[in-house]
């Protein structure tokens, strides 16, 4: 037999608890909702749009009748509960009516504070709680033209800019000198209240309200200093207070709000209580993501799973004003002991201010470029330390080699826990599960699976950038659990493991062991499987040619009118009067239209038609030229400076260096294009920091630098560290080379990775003498297969089908 449960409060925190209850244990309880509104659920903190004329009521329903009906809930709206008999385990409404319980959960939510000065009562002097509110602002809007809110916080701001939305000449009156002090600091706020004037809004900071005018309806504000305002409409925004009269009335024990521990039990074991109304270690929460995690453990417990504790939420704020970033998290004012990193443009209206503590964010407040806040957020709620990126923290999450795809690469880079929805309580990796899981391809599909985006919309930009790197050609290049592709539930760091762990060496057997949904695969997952075997099983896994891109299946970059570019390899960008010669030749023989030398120190051949390449191979090969990889993952080129045989600034043999070390690493495949550079003194003619692997010459010996990117966002490296020989330069970059081979995911630059997977960890590894031998060593063994130039196989015959004209019969 079902028990009965009753929800006292049909708004977000309780429903959602029912929401999650539903999904634990959908058949225990029958369930009795009552409200005090007539409407069933809505978004409450999307009153500010349905103010703003942005939304409508109908759109702000997250949980229609329909919804209740489904759910077997019954639902009485109008009607709310005005007392709890506890011995008789049962509440009887206004109307008279009563209901018998098992279980209840009260969700009282709370009222808004309403300052108790002469004339409070007056007709137009109203809170902004519900839609109630929301229809009298939007009816005095109607007929009468000044408003005055008083609190400048940040129900008061979202209220004000509604009600000027709706052509009421708003003036906001705050106590102190600066707004949403609780939420921003005075130069963030500063640039707030600037952007806000310029909408039209008007301040009264260090105001102190003492009487509000008028005989029955409002005329005005008089001011503690004897000042006065007209005003037709007064909005009180001060804060609001815990809903618990009807809990202290029965008996239940209540301080500000109602106490409850750590499974949301009150001190009535049959009574649990969730959201605003609720106190948890002294604290009492205003937000809607904290009310969603009280939300999922009081679910866990009424479903009799006893295994969630609430432990306490920290909270990130975000103004729902189109128009206006505005994001915080922590504690942003600095106590003895902290560090503060800014970063402030007021032309282009951004402020970025970091709080830290042992090199960890505390706190953190960002206006005008609120795109990294879910980052900032992750990490201080990790505890990460910051050390090894805290130089370049303040300009985003790296994830580069990205043209074109800043935004989206940047919410890319965000692990799998990152918070993107704060109001749903919505994570990264519930968005890109039901993406992949459920195939969804627009905003308003997510919208309908996760809730993500569909409260405040401030996050909607992430939810969006999310969508375009799941769906579209770009990749995640942080830790998640999101599956490599479609075909399977596995990630790729699981495959990964899987191929290692259990030695396997076919793409078959990895598919059958990870449980492909599909038998041949697809064009995401063949690729990276290609890989990933080819880079654990170098001498035993043969490279499946028709799992690579055409790029790479062809050996050359194909252009946009289907010719071919051909880039012969020069090592350390060392050329002979030979190698000219054979370029110039082929040039001419296969009728180049245009040859160009690069940023990596080569000549890129243009225009060469597909059917021509294993011929210009085999004369290029003759020459004593290989395959430059330009097209490929695979190491690219290793830039170099004339160093100290001719340069009188060069402090080392940087070209012959170069040289030493294109020779070792050329041929072998990556995750993604790798690019290097020696630099033969601090000037740095090779740009070797921002390469994937630089060398910087100094006198001493050498620097070496990882992790650097070029491109159209730029990507300092980091300093790995210093040694004295050529030798042990080779060792360190053979090492680094491999662990990146070995670990880091398919598509996947060194930049984010090393950043995924920390400075320290690959340090780690590295200055480990035994592994970092072990890495070269495996490293050299792989080269051994690797180093066999394709062009020239090809030139002698092989995947001939691949440069074929096909003869289509008549």
């Known amino acids: 037999m079902q028990e009965k449960l009753i929800l006292i409060g049909n708004g977000m925190a309780g429903i959602r608890t029912l929401e999650e209850l539903l999904k634990l244990e959908p058949e225990r309880y029958q369930i009795t909702v009552f409200g005090a509104e007539p409407h069933p659920n809505y978004n409450r903190i999307m009153l500010s749009p349905v103010l703003a004329g942005e939304k409508t009521l109908n759109d702000i329903i997250l949980n229609d009748r329909d919804w209740y009906a489904e759910n077997h809930i019954q639902l009485i709206t109008g009607d709310p509960v005005v007392r709890i008999d506890r011995t008789r385990r049962e509440v009887v409404t206004q109307s008279g009516a009563s209901a018998h319980y098992d279980r209840l959960l009260l969700a009282t939510g709370s009222n808004p504070f309403i300052i108790p000065i002469p004339g409070h009562d007056k007709q137009g002097v109203i809170g902004f709680r519900d839609i109630a509110d929301v229809e009298a602002m939007l009816s005095a809007a109607q007929t009468h033209a000044k408003a005055v809110v008083i609190g400048g916080g940040l129900l008061g701001l979202e209220a004000a800019n509604g009600l000027l939305k709706n052509g009421m000449d708003v003036t906001v009156v705050h106590l102190l000198d600066s707004l949403m002090e609780r939420q921003l600091d005075k130069p963030a706020s500063a640039l707030l209240k600037t952007s806000l004037e310029e909408r039209g809004l008007h301040f009264m900071m260090e105001a102190q309200t003492a009487e509000i005018l008028g005989d029955e309806r409002v ?47 009150t001190f009535d074991p049959r009574v649990y209580a969730v959201g605003e109304c609720v106190q948890h270690r002294q604290t009492c929460y205003g937000l809607v993501a904290p009310l969603f995690d009280q939300a999922k453990v009081a679910a866990n417990h009424l479903a009799n799973l006893g295994i969630a504790r609430y432990e306490g939420s920290v909270t990130s704020t975000k103004l729902k004003v189109t128009g206006i970033d505005l994001f915080s998290v922590g504690d942003f004012n600095e106590a003895e002991g902290d560090e503060t990193l800014v970063l402030q443009d007021p032309g282009a209206g951004v402020y970025k201010k970091l709080v830290l503590r042992d090199d960890k964010i505390k706190g953190a407040v960002l206006y005008g470029d609120t795109l990294d806040g879910a980052w900032y957020f992750q990490l201080m709620r990790e505890g990460s330390s910051i050390t090894d990126f805290r130089h370049t923290i303040l300009f985003g999450q790296h994830d580069l080699g990205d043209a074109g795809h800043g935004d989206e690469t940047r919410v890319a880079a965000l692990g799998n826990e990152a918070e993107i929805c704060g109001c749903n309580g919505v994570c990264k990796g519930e968005i890109v599960d039901a993406i992949v899981k459920k195939g969804l391809f627009t905003l308003e599909e997510v919208r309908a699976h996760t809730k993500a985006s569909s409260s405040c919309g401030s996050c909607t930009g992430l939810v969006e950038s999310i969508l375009a790197s799941t769906v579209g050609q770009g990749y995640t290049a942080a830790p998640s659990k999101k599956p490599l592709c479609g075909c399977t539930e596995y990630s790729h760091d699981e495959i990964i493991q899987a191929i290692k762990q259990h030695q396997l060496k076919d793409m078959d057997v990895v598919r059958q062991f990870c449980e492909w949904k599909t038998p041949d695969g697809c064009a995401t997952c063949r690729p990276a499987l290609n890989y990933y075997l080819l880079a654990n099983w170098p001498g035993e896994y043969q490279d499946d040619a028709q799992s690579r891109f055409i790029n790479e299946r062809a050996h050359g970059n194909i252009q946009k009118d289907g010719t ?168 360190y970059s053979a090492a680094f080379i491999q662990k990146y081979r070995e670990e880091a995911r398919y598509l996947e630059r060194t930049a984010p990775w090393v950043e995924r997977v920390g400075l320290q960890y690959v340090k780690d590894a590295l200055f480990d003498q035994t592994q970092r031998e072990a890495l070269h060593e495996r490293f050299l063994y792989s080269q051994q297969f690797a180093q066999i130039d394709p062009w020239k196989e090809r030139a002698e015959g092989a995947e001939k089908h691949e440069f074929e004209k096909i003869e289509i019969a008549a």
């Not at 409409?233 to 024990?253: D, E, F, S, T, Y």
């Not at 030979?578 to 110039?584: G, K, P, Q, V």
């Not at 690069?598 to 004369?619: C, S």
């Not at 340069?647 to 790798?674: A, Y």
């Open 219 to 265: 005329t005005g504000v008089r001011f503690a200093d004897g000042a006065e305002l007209a005003a037709d409409l007064v909005v009180m925004a001060v804060g609001i207070r815990p809903n618990i009269q009807l809990a202290q009335a029965a008996g239940i024990h209540c301080e500000r709000g109602i106490v409850v521990n750590d499974t949301l039990q």
């Open 564 to 731: 071919y570019s051909v880039v012969p390899r020069m090592f350390g960008g060392l050329c002979s009067p030979a190698d000219l010669r054979a370029i110039a030749d082929a040039c001419e023989k296969y009728d180049v239209p245009e040859m160009k030398v690069t940023g990596g120190q080569r000549i890129d051949l243009f225009g060469v038609k597909k059917a021509d390449l294993p011929a210009m191979w085999k004369d290029l090969s003759t020459a004593g030229l290989v395959s430059g990889h330009a097209y490929g993952k695979a190491l690219r080129t290793v830039k170099t400076c004339a160093g100290k045989n001719w340069c009188r600034f060069g402090t080392q043999d940087s070209t012959g260096l170069g040289v030493q070390l294109e020779q070792m690493t050329w041929g072998s495949w990556m995750p993604h294009k790798f690019k290097m550079a020696v630099s033969g003194c601090p000037r740095n003619c090779a740009e070797a920091t921002i390469k994937d692997f630089g060398v910087v010459c100094v006198d001493s010996g050498y620097e070496l630098h990882v992790g650097g990117n070029g491109g159209i966002k730029v990507r300092v490296t980091d300093l790995l560290c210093k040694v004295e020989t050529e030798q042990q330069v080779l060792e």
